[in-house]
């Protein structure tokens, strides 16, 4: 996480510099409150969630289902937990890292990530309306798969 503060840290020193050179570093910063603002609301929730969620399932179980000792059930129930997870990245990735991170293995924490990235049940409905039941059926047997495949290859190569 420190490497990251680091990094975003960084960039917006630099653009902050490239937009104070533009003279637009005002207008920047009154568009940065405003995402923060409007963003707000969602990350306390999230870790609201977060936080309920690291105490409410044992891990045990997590150990169990997707941890070392869980073979292959932890590529495939793994992705069917990430694709179930709603929200973008600033709900899953703190989900992930308080809940997940120290239990799940390599492969099954790449088969969860890829799932949460390339499924999205809460889409479901408007693909079947705009997009045709055979469409989405066809898509999404194909976007089962993969997440357990890089799973299996990342267990495979690093695991």
Request: aromatic share 18%; charged share 10%.
């Given at each position: 996480m420190t490497d990251?503060?680091?990094?975003?840290?960084?960039?917006?020193?630099?653009?902050?510099?490239?937009?104070?050179?533009?003279?637009?570093?005002?207008?920047?910063l009154k568009e940065a409150k405003?995402?923060?603002?409007?963003i707000l609301p969602l990350l306390l929730c999230a870790f609201v969630i977060v936080g309920f969620l690291d105490i409410l399932i044992p891990e045990k179980a997590l150990q169990a289902w997707l941890?070392?000792?869980?073979?292959?059930k932890g590529l495939i129930f793994g992705p069917i937990i990430g694709a179930l997870i709603q929200g973008?990245?600033?709900?899953?990735?703190p989900l992930f890292d308080a809940?997940?991170?120290?239990?799940?293995?390599t492969g099954t924490a790449i088969a969860m990530i890829?799932?949460?990235?390339?499924?999205?049940?809460?889409?479901l409905p408007y693909e079947f309306t705009f997009l045709g039941p055979r469409f989405v059926l066809l898509k999404n047997a194909i976007y089962l798969a993969i997440p357990s495949l890089t799973g299996l290859l990342a267990d495979f190569l690093f695991g």
């Open positions: 990251a503060v680091i990094v975003l840290s960084l960039m917006a020193v630099i653009f902050l510099f490239i937009n104070y050179r533009q003279g637009k570093h005002f207008e920047s405003k995402m923060f603002l409007s941890g070392a000792e869980s073979g292959w973008g990245p600033y709900a899953f990735f809940v997940f991170r120290e239990t799940v293995t890829t799932a949460w990235g390339m499924i999205n049940v809460g889409h």
